[in-house]
Each structure stands twice: as C-alpha cells, then as structure tokens.
C-alpha cells in the first residue's frame, strides 16, 4: 500500500484563491519532503526541497511567496499555492524519504499526485 | 545541471513485441536512476530503482540496465501487453540528496 498520501487527488479552485496540497508519510519519519510539478505534456520538474523544522529550499525560477510550503512534522508536508491563476494549473506531486518503517534505507516515495485546475 | 533525456517520446507497438525504451543523462555523478510509470490522470508507480554500483535491476518482464560513464539507461519489457500502456518515466538523483530529475517521457501504445 501507499505510503505517501496526498490530498486531495484533484482540486479546481476559483482565479485569485489559495488551495493547500497535503503530503503525509504514512509509516515513517520524513525529514525531507521534495515538491514536483508537471504541467501538460511536459515532464516533472522540482519545485523545492522541504525539511522538518526548517525553511524550504526553492529551484531557480520557482517563486516561494507563491508557492509556499511548510514541513511541520516530521509525517507532514504542505504546499499552498496563493492567489492561483489558471497557468498555476498543472499536476502537483510529492516525494519523501527518511527514517524508520518502510522509510528506512533512504528509499524514496512518491504520493499518488493532485491535480490543480484554477478556473 | 543534469539533463535527462528519453527516446523515443511516443511509441506504439503490437501485442507480444519486445521493446527497449532509452534513457540518458549528462552528469554522470548520479547515485540512482528510477524508472516510474504514469497512467493518465494517475500518480506515478515506481518499477525499478537501480543504484549506482549496480548495472542492472529485473522485475518481472522488465529489466532496467543502467551504464553510468556513458550516461544511459534502458528499460526492455519483454511480451509487451495493452495493460503496458502509459506514460515510462525515468530519472536520475545526484549523489545522496533524494531529489529526481525526470525525462519527459516515452508514451508506449500496445495495440491488442
């Protein structure tokens, strides 16, 4: 079974309104959560690296007052897009790693995605 | 930056060929390469994970080989079946920090 949950799987949002993405490690500690986006018939590229406790390190290009994203548990991940637009529609998809359960031996996980539609 | 590059990006085959997708990457200092599946509209579904020291992973029809000088990766499914239709991902991670670099995809079609 799963064991990085997202939620929720799809979302549409009105232009100009925020929408929170979760990402949950289900039977491990995840020191390290990584935000990826997808947009249509392209590939998916990192958005930024979270860790537990401390700020998210964002790739070039992406904007963090924009996209922001809070790693307050170690089982927790969040990624808030604010004032969404439509060209913020795009599939959303997370990873993690870290310790214990089936977390230990820094494999990684990936969540089952949400995809984002701003109308 | 790492680049990774995938060939062809669509494909259609009938039912019960073999097939051979290609994957390539321009920093060879990468500690894993993946290899993922996305349905449409789905998430993606890990298929082979093979480390650095290894050169090659098998899961069932699927066999991933993996040459880290020359910076390439295959994936050959064997009997290929309309069931194996999606979008084959594969990626790379830089040594040690768990973040992927993905390829833009090969789309395979396998006609009944």
């Known amino acids: 079974g799963a064991v990085v949950s997202q939620h929720p799987s799809r979302v549409i949002c009105k232009s100009g309104t925020s929408v929170k993405i979760e990402c949950r490690s289900l039977?491990?500690?995840?020191?390290?959560m990584f935000w990826y986006r997808q947009f249509p018939k392209q590939s998916l590229m990192l958005m930024a690296t979270?860790?537990?406790?401390?700020?998210?390190?964002?790739e070039q290009g992406v904007e963090k007052d924009k996209f922001l994203i809070n790693h307050a548990s170690l089982t927790l991940s969040t990624l808030t897009v604010t004032s969404a637009h439509p060209e913020d529609s795009s599939f959303y998809i997370c990873?993690?790693?870290?310790?214990?359960?089936?977390?230990?031996?820094?494999?990684?996980?990936f969540g089952e995605g949400s995809w984002l539609t701003v109308v | 930056k790492q680049e990774v590059t995938q060939i062809p990006a669509a494909l259609s085959v009938p039912e019960g060929e073999n097939l051979v997708l290609n994957c390539s990457f321009t920093d060879s200092a990468i500690y894993n390469l993946q290899w993922f599946r996305q349905d449409p509209g789905k998430g993606l579904t890990s298929l082979l994970l093979?480390?650095?020291?290894?050169r090659e992973q098998t899961s069932g029809r699927l066999n991933a080989s993996l040459d880290k000088s020359s910076g390439r990766s295959t994936l050959y499914i064997a009997a290929s079946q309309p069931g194996d239709s999606a979008t084959y991902l594969c990626?790379?991670?830089?040594?040690?920090?768990?973040?992927?670099?993905f390829g833009s995809g090969t789309k395979l079609n396998v006609k009944p």
């Open positions: 990873s993690a790693s870290g310790v214990g359960g089936r977390g230990a031996g820094n494999t990684i996980y």
């Open positions: 039977d491990f500690q995840a020191t390290t």
């Open positions: 093979i480390q650095s020291s290894q």
């Open positions: 990626a790379v991670s830089p040594y040690n920090f768990n973040k992927f670099y």
């Open positions: 979270s860790n537990e406790g401390s700020k998210a390190t964002y």
